[in-house]
């Protein structure tokens, strides 16, 4: 089956700055979501990206299909974007599948 | 209504004891997923339903593991005879399919602790 590795697997930030995060896919995909996981345990859908660049507020996304990577990008952090976030792809099915998460921390 | 529900958000049972996860999802959403996360884990496809069919039953773990929709809205999944492995948050998300704006809606899950 398809494989979702997302990179870094946690990351550490001051507040106010900005970060990159990765996620490759081993095969090519029809559909691909990026999700924030609070600290409670809530799942929220950030960006449905299959293609292409979106942007909202701080957060902006990329999904290169072709390559078989997409990057979300956070400007200016803040300690409530504290949480994991999951990439999540699906290959026309509508059976997603999660990567493993990155594990963001903003320190104060 | 506006967002996804679930109930109940807590269940502790006893191991062998079978339990039912509720989730009422938003109004006009076709789609119906479940999925499992165990502690500190990502998460696991366990059903997709479109309308009140189950196209897709891959992911249920064993038998013991069932689920069922109807009127195209609620959904039930029950877990027979539960075992200690069974602990985990059960995740209930739903989506209308197509468009641009397509994307899943999580609800807030249901913790199960098999003891």
């Known amino acids: 089956g398809i494989q979702v590795e997302q990179s870094p697997p946690d990351l550490i930030l001051q507040e106010g700055a900005n970060s990159t995060l990765r996620c490759n896919f081993s095969d090519s995909v029809n559909n691909l979501q990026w999700f924030h996981q609070n600290p409670w345990g809530q799942l929220i859908n950030l960006f449905y990206i299959p293609s292409g660049t979106k942007q909202n507020g701080r957060l902006s996304a990329t999904t290169v299909a072709t390559e078989r990577y997409s990057l979300l990008y956070i400007s200016s952090s803040q300690t409530t974007d504290s949480g994991v976030y999951f990439c999540a792809v699906d290959r026309g099915t509508y059976k997603y599948i999660f990567g493993t998460g990155t594990r963001l921390k903003v320190l104060a | 209504g506006a967002g996804v529900s679930q109930s109940p958000s807590n269940k502790v049972t006893e191991k062998g004891k079978d339990v039912e996860l509720r989730c009422d999802p938003i109004s006009g959403h076709t789609a119906l997923y479940w999925y499992r996360q165990s502690l500190g884990q990502g998460l696991e496809f366990l059903i997709y339903f479109q309308g009140n069919s189950a196209p897709d039953k891959s992911g249920l773990p064993s038998d013991r593991f069932s689920a069922e929709r109807t009127g195209g809205s609620v959904s039930t999944l029950t877990i027979q005879r539960t075992q200690q492995e069974d602990s985990a948050v059960y995740l209930c998300?739903?989506?209308?399919?197509?468009?641009?704006?397509?994307?899943?809606?999580f609800g807030s899950g249901t913790r199960l602790t098999v003891v």
């Open positions: 998300a739903s989506s209308s399919t197509g468009g641009a704006n397509y994307g899943y809606t």
